[in-house]
C-alpha cells in the first residue's frame, strides 16, 4: 500500500497552507498538492464602505505587503475618482514602492531563500535559518540588515511614523517630500547597492556550484506576465501588462484596467486559492508565472545601468529563451532590487521631486476602477465599482500568489517526484518541497485576502492513505 507525506507548516514563507504527498505502493510520489486551505473574504468585508477607505483598509490584508495593497488600492481610488495624480504624487508612490522592493527582496534572498543556499538544503533544521546564516557569513548578514532598514527607512520618511503608512489618497499623496528626507534617502545609496551588489555575487557563486541542482529542480516551460513600459522596458509602478509564451512570444499586451478580458480564474476543490490563467489560451495551457521570474522575462531591457547590465547575463541563462529554472527566482529577485535602488536614485534627483503639487481634486465617483501594480511578489489588481455616492458595491482582487499558484503546485509535484522517496524519507527531502514553494516567496495571508498569519504544513500519505510523516515547525 502507498503512503502520502504532508509538509505543515512549510516554514520561512508568509502565511500558512499545506502540502501534501501521496505515495504509491512501492513509496514512490504519485501525486502532490499544495491547497491553500482557509478564507476570509475581503472583498465581501468592504462592501458598503466608502471607496477612499480602501487605501487604508486593505494594507490591513497583509502584514508583509500593506504598502503594495495601499499603493494598488490608491491607484484605483484615481480612476474611481476620475482624476490624474500630478507628476510628484506619481514620483513618490513609485520611490515608496520601491522601498518596499528592496526591503521585500533582500529580506527573502538573505534570510528567507538564504538558509538552504548558504547552508544546504540538508543541513540541520536547527541551524538552517537566519541564525545559521548570521554564524556562517556575519558581514553579509549585516549588509542584509541595513537593506532591509534602509527599504523600511524610505517607506517610514515618507508615509510617517505609522505602521500602515498614511500616504496616497484619491488623487495623490497627502504630503511632500522634505528636502532633508531626500538627503536621508540619498546619502546611503552607495552602500546599498554594493550590499545588493555582495548579494549577488553569493548567488552567482552559488549558481555556479550548484548548476545539476539548478537545472533538475522544478524547470519547466509557462507563460510569464509582467509589467512594461513604453519601450518594453521593466516596470513596478505603472504600465502595460505584457503576457509571453514559453518561447518568449508576445501573447498579448494590455492596459490593466482591461485585465478581465484577458484574465480568467479557474478553481480546484482542493484549494481555496483560485488560479488565474490567460483567458485566450484557456486552463491549463494559458498558466503563467508572475513575480521576478515572470517580469524579467517578459520584459526587454531595464532603465538602469546596473540592473540592466544584469538583465542581458540573465536572459542568456537558459540560452536566450524564457529562463524557466524555478531556482533562478532568487537571481531575478536580486536584479530587481537594483534596480529599485538604481530608480530610487532617479526618483529623487528629479527636479520636481520636492514640489509641493501633489494632489489633483476630486468631485465626483465615476463608479469603478482598477488599480495595478507590480508587487514584489507579482502583479496586483484592486478592482472596485461603487454606487452613485462612492460606496462600495463589489470588490474584486487578484494577488501574486494566486497567479503563481498554479506554478507552485507544479513545482511541488516536481521536486517531490525528483527528490522525495517514501521508502527512506529525510527531512532534507521535505525540505527540497518546502524551498519549491519558498523560491516564488508566496504571501498566504494576501492571497487568502485573510487577515494575519496562517502556518503551512507538509504531510506525506500512504496508498492506504494513512499519513506517515508530518513536518510542523512552529
Ligand atoms: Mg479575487
Ligand atoms: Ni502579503
Same mark, same amino acid.
Given at each position: 500500500?502507498?503512503?502520502?507525506?504532508?509538509?505543515?507548516?512549510?516554514?520561512?514563507?508568509?502565511?500558512?497552507?499545506?502540502v501534501?504527498?501521496?505515495l504509491?505502493?512501492?513509496?514512490?510520489v504519485?501525486?502532490?498538492?499544495f491547497?491553500? %486551505?482557509?478564507?476570509?473574504?475581503?472583498?465581501?468585508?468592504s462592501?458598503?464602505?466608502p471607496?477612499?477607505?480602501?487605501?487604508?483598509?486593505?494594507?490591513?490584508?497583509?502584514?508583509?505587503?500593506?504598502v503594495?495593497?495601499?499603493?494598488a488600492?490608491?491607484?484605483?481610488?484615481?480612476?474611481?475618482?476620475g482624476?490624474?495624480?500630478?507628476?510628484t504624487?506619481?514620483l513618490?508612490?513609485?520611490l515608496m514602492?520601491?522601498?518596499?522592493?528592496?526591503?521585500?527582496?533582500?529580506?527573502?534572498?538573505?534570510?528567507?531563500a538564504?538558509?538552504d543556499?548558504?547552508?544546504?538544503?540538508?543541513?540541520?533544521?536547527?541551524?538552517?535559518n537566519?541564525?545559521?546564516?548570521?554564524q556562517?557569513?556575519a558581514n553579509?548578514?549585516l549588509?542584509?540588515v541595513?537593506?532591509r $532598514?534602509?527599504g523600511?527607512?524610505?517607506? $517610514?520618511?515618507?508615509?510617517?511614523?505609522?505602521?500602515h503608512?498614511?500616504?496616497?489618497?484619491?488623487?495623490?499623496?497627502?504630503?511632500?517630500?522634505?528636502?532633508?528626507?531626500?538627503?536621508?534617502?540619498?546619502?546611503?545609496?552607495?552602500?546599498m547597492?554594493?550590499?545588493?551588489?555582495?548579494?549577488?555575487?553569493?548567488?552567482?557563486?552559488?549558481?555556479?556550484?550548484?548548476?545539476?541542482?539548478?537545472?533538475?529542480?522544478?524547470?519547466?516551460p509557462s507563460?510569464?506576465?509582467?509589467t512594461v513600459?513604453? %519601450?518594453? @522596458?521593466l516596470?513596478?509602478?505603472?504600465?502595460?501588462?505584457?503576457?509571453?509564451d514559453?518561447d518568449?512570444r508576445r501573447?498579448?499586451?494590455?492596459?490593466?484596467?482591461?485585465?478581465?478580458?484577458?484574465?480568467?480564474?479557474?478553481v480546484?476543490d482542493?484549494?481555496?486559492l483560485?488560479?488565474?490563467y490567460?483567458?485566450?489560451?484557456?486552463?491549463?495551457?494559458?498558466?503563467?508565472?508572475?513575480g521576478?521570474?515572470?517580469?524579467?522575462?517578459?520584459?526587454?531591457?531595464?532603465?538602469t545601468?546596473l540592473?540592466?547590465?544584469e538583465?542581458?547575463?540573465f536572459?542568456?541563462?537558459?540560452?536566450?529563451?524564457?529562463?524557466?529554472q524555478?531556482?533562478y527566482?532568487?537571481?531575478?529577485r536580486?536584479?530587481?532590487?537594483?534596480y529599485?535602488l538604481e530608480r530610487i536614485?532617479?526618483?529623487?534627483e528629479?527636479p @520636481?521631486i520636492c514640489?509641493?503639487?501633489?494632489?489633483?481634486?476630486?468631485?465626483?465617483?465615476?463608479?469603478?476602477g482598477?488599480?495595478c501594480?507590480?508587487?514584489?511578489?507579482?502583479?496586483?489588481f484592486h478592482?472596485?465599482?461603487?454606487?452613485?455616492?462612492?460606496?462600495l458595491?463589489k470588490v474584486?482582487?487578484?494577488?501574486?500568489t494566486?497567479h503563481?499558484?498554479?506554478?507552485?503546485?507544479?513545482?511541488?509535484?516536481?521536486?517531490?517526484?525528483?527528490?522525495?522517496?517514501g521508502?527512506?524519507?529525510?527531512?532534507?527531502?521535505?525540505?527540497?518541497v518546502?524551498?519549491?514553494? $519558498?523560491?516564488?516567496?508566496?504571501?498566504l495571508?494576501?492571497?487568502t485576502?485573510?487577515?494575519?498569519?496562517?502556518?503551512?504544513?507538509?504531510?506525506?500519505?500512504?496508498?492506504?492513505?494513512?499519513?506517515?510523516r508530518r513536518i510542523?515547525?512552529?
Open positions: 500500500m502507498g503512503k502520502k507525506i504532508t509538509i505543515e507548516p512549510v516554514t520561512r514563507i508568509e502565511g500558512h497552507a499545506k501534501t504527498i501521496h504509491d505502493d512501492a513509496g514512490k504519485d501525486r502532490a498538492f491547497h491553500v %486551505n482557509e478564507f476570509r473574504g475581503f472583498e465581501k468585508f462592501e458598503g464602505r471607496f477612499f477607505e480602501m487605501p487604508q483598509i486593505t494594507q490591513r490584508i497583509c502584514g508583509i505587503c500593506p503594495s495593497h495601499h499603493l488600492s490608491s491607484k484605483a481610488c484615481d480612476a474611481v475618482a482624476v490624474t495624480p500630478p507628476r504624487a506619481r513618490l508612490r513609485e514602492h520601491m522601498g518596499q522592493v528592496v526591503q521585500s527582496h533582500c529580506m527573502h534572498f538573505f534570510e528567507l538564504g538558509p543556499l548558504l547552508l544546504g538544503f540538508d543541513a540541520d533544521p536547527a541551524i538552517r537566519v541564525v545559521g546564516v548570521i556562517l557569513d553579509l548578514a549588509k542584509a541595513a537593506l $532598514r534602509y523600511q527607512e524610505v517607506i $517610514r520618511l515618507l508615509g510617517t511614523k505609522r505602521v503608512p498614511v500616504f496616497g489618497i484619491p488623487g495623490g499623496v497627502n504630503a511632500p517630500l522634505l528636502p532633508e528626507s531626500r538627503e536621508a534617502m540619498l546619502k546611503p545609496l552607495d552602500e547597492i554594493a550590499n545588493v551588489q555582495a548579494g549577488i555575487a553569493v548567488a552567482k557563486g552559488w549558481y555556479e556550484k550548484n548548476r545539476a541542482l539548478v537545472e533538475s529542480f522544478a524547470v519547466f507563460g510569464y506576465m509582467g513600459g513604453p %519601450n518594453g @522596458e516596470e513596478l509602478y505603472d504600465g502595460q501588462v505584457r503576457i509571453v514559453r518568449g501573447l498579448v499586451q494590455f492596459d490593466p484596467k482591461d485585465y478581465l478580458d484577458h484574465i480568467a480564474e479557474h480546484e482542493w484549494s481555496y483560485k488560479f488565474p490567460y483567458r485566450k489560451l484557456g486552463w491549463p495551457d494559458g498558466t503563467y508565472r508572475v521576478p521570474l515572470g517580469r524579467l522575462n517578459a520584459c526587454d531591457s531595464i532603465s545601468p540592473a540592466q547590465a538583465l542581458k547575463a536572459k542568456q541563462l537558459n540560452g536566450g529563451r524564457p529562463v524557466e524555478t531556482l527566482f532568487h537571481y531575478a536580486l536584479i530587481e532590487a537594483l529599485a536614485r532617479q526618483i529623487l528629479d @520636481e514640489s509641493t503639487d501633489i494632489l489633483t481634486p476630486w468631485s465626483t465617483v465615476t463608479g469603478e482598477v488599480g501594480i507590480e508587487a514584489p511578489r507579482g502583479t496586483l478592482h472596485y465599482w461603487t454606487d452613485e455616492n462612492g460606496q458595491t474584486n482582487l487578484i494577488v501574486a494566486g503563481n499558484n498554479w506554478a507552485m503546485s507544479r513545482s511541488v509535484e516536481m521536486v517531490a517526484k525528483a527528490f522525495v522517496d521508502s527512506k524519507l529525510t527531512e532534507g527531502m521535505l525540505n527540497r518546502e524551498a519549491a514553494i $519558498r523560491a516564488h516567496d508566496p504571501c495571508s494576501c492571497a485576502h485573510a487577515v494575519g498569519q496562517m502556518p503551512l504544513e507538509v504531510i506525506v500519505y500512504g496508498s492506504d492513505g494513512r499519513e506517515v510542523e515547525r512552529a
